[in-house]
């Protein structure tokens, strides 16, 4: 360690501001490379109100700033625009103020339609003319999908913009992240590496493809043939949500449905939640209105059976009663069969439409279903006849107290006549020595007349 004094140390090196050192190399780079023709392809242009044109110049593997001021461009006859190639004479430099490179351009001129440009057009004209761009190869989209799929990065803005409205719109869906880099040279074999591993596992009903906006090259890689090829094969509808409204890739003519953004694409996929609430709330409020009324007129109903069984005599009202019985029986039977019935054309008409799409997940689906409503009709018989036999018991009940055997464990006896069994009303028909039977309420006495005396002669006013 020095143990000179900082200010001889301090002395002994020559010590750059940034000023200076970005100065320096401006100056060596001017004096250092003559004049360069470059060519490539526009973006990000500009023209602010100086007059000065500020835009990059890239191909495949790089871009560079490029800088034409004024009172060059004004000699030029022509715009230039994004997308478009052109031949550039520049020098090489620094711009002092931020130390980045830049190419100072003294002269343009057009090179013809960008190569990137040019090779997406390509690829676009070739897959449309093999028809995977065509409307009728289209899958419609679930209306409630229980699982979503997304292929994006997860650690991009896009993720969080899908997760968010996913979450808001339809929390029931389950959602399967397939992360991928969306962007350089590893994106495409990522990319189709997770459209691989989501197509085999087809656990989702939906898959969204999304990525932030950018420039053409930011999206090239949602241009590969390849990956368009894997889409259109995926079994699952596809929805993209590459970049921003007003850019297309050739992911989003092969995909089933284009969103703008990819909180768009996350709209498109799930229904509004908050409609299906309100939808739900209305049909809940039509229900219990519908049980209230259904309750009001059998409450009704029985107000007035209930009347007219205790106006009406009890082995009347038993027949009545064991008549109706048997008519709800077989209504029910009927009922019960026509049900049965209409539930195994209902299965046999779903059976044929299974059997004509063959969807593994929706056999699963209507399988269950079937399986609920089978057990919806078997549980409904018993209940039914559950409810007929309690009213069964209460008629009996009824019937029970009014019957002339009730009257005979209050005390009372049922005399007839021994040998012919013809009841006593009066004691002129059994004489003295006849024998009679007195029926109880448990049992019966016999016994021989040995007195008889005669009613009392009504007394005349």
């Given amino acids: 360690m020095s143990t000179r004094p900082p200010s001889l140390v301090r002395a002994d090196r020559d010590i750059y501001s940034v000023g200076r050192l970005n100065r320096e190399v401006r100056q060596l780079l001017d004096h250092g490379l003559p004049l360069l023709w470059v060519e490539g392809e526009i973006s ?9 044109w500020y835009f990059s110049l890239k191909d495949r593997d790089a ?7 004024r009172g060059r461009n004004a000699v030029l006859r022509m715009t230039p625009r994004d997308g478009q190639r052109v031949l550039v004479r520049a020098r090489a430099g620094l711009f002092e103020a931020r130390g980045e490179f830049q190419l100072v351009v003294e002269h343009l001129e057009d090179a ?12 676009r004209a070739k897959l449309e003319a093999e028809g995977l761009f065509d409307p009728a190869h289209k899958r419609p989209l679930p209306k409630a999908p229980g699982v979503i799929g997304v292929i994006t990065s997860p650690t991009g803005a896009a993720i969080r913009d899908i997760l968010h409205i996913l979450r808001r719109r339809f929390p029931a ?25 989501a197509s085999a596992r087809a656990e989702c009903d939906v898959l969204i493809v999304a990525r932030g906006g950018g420039s053409l090259e930011d999206l090239w890689a949602f241009n590969d043939e390849s990956l368009a090829r894997a889409l259109r094969a995926a079994p699952m509808p596809v929805v993209t949500g590459i970049g921003h409204e007003t850019d297309f890739t050739i992911a989003d003519f092969v995909a089933d449905v284009r969103a703008p953004t990819p909180s768009g694409a996350a709209e498109i996929v799930t229904p509004d939640g908050a409609a299906w609430r309100a ?7 039509r229900l219990q209105q519908l049980a209230a009324r259904r309750l009001r007129t059998g409450d009704e109903q029985l107000s007035r059976l209930s009347r007219r069984l205790a106006l009406t005599h009890p082995g009347v009202r038993l027949q009545q009663g064991a008549q109706r019985l048997d008519e ?3 209504r029910l039977t009927g009922r019960l069969r026509l049900v049965l019935a209409d539930a195994r054309l209902r299965t046999q008409r779903l059976d044929a439409r299974l059997a004509q799409g063959s969807p593994a997940l929706a056999l699963q689906r209507l399988a269950q279903r079937r399986a609920l409503l089978d057990a919806r009709l078997r549980s409904a018989l018993p209940r039914r006849l559950t409810a007929l036999a309690q009213r069964h018991e209460v008629a009996r009940r009824t019937l029970h107290a009014v019957s002339p055997l009730a009257t005979l464990d209050r005390g009372y006896a049922i005399v007839s006549r021994a040998e012919d ?9 059994a004489p003295i020595g006849t024998r009679i039977i007195a029926r109880l309420g448990r049992g019966h006495l016999e016994a021989i007349v040995t007195d008889a005396a005669p009613a009392d002669p009504p007394q005349t006013p």
């Fill in 173 to 197: 869906a389950r959602v399967v992240i397939h992360p991928a880099a969306v962007q350089g040279k590893e994106a495409v074999p990522q990319l189709l590496a997770a459209l691989a591993l």
């Fill in 421 to 429: 069994g013809k009841l006593l009303r009066d004691t002129t028909a």
């Fill in 63 to 69: 871009q560079v700033r490029c800088a034409m001021f």
């Fill in 328 to 330: 709800l029986e077989q």
């Fill in 44 to 52: 990000n242009f500009s023209r602010p109100a100086s007059g000065h």
């Fill in 279 to 285: 939808g739900f709330a209305a049909l809940d409020a």
């Fill in 112 to 123: 013809g339609i960008g190569a990137l440009r040019q090779e997406y057009e390509l690829l």
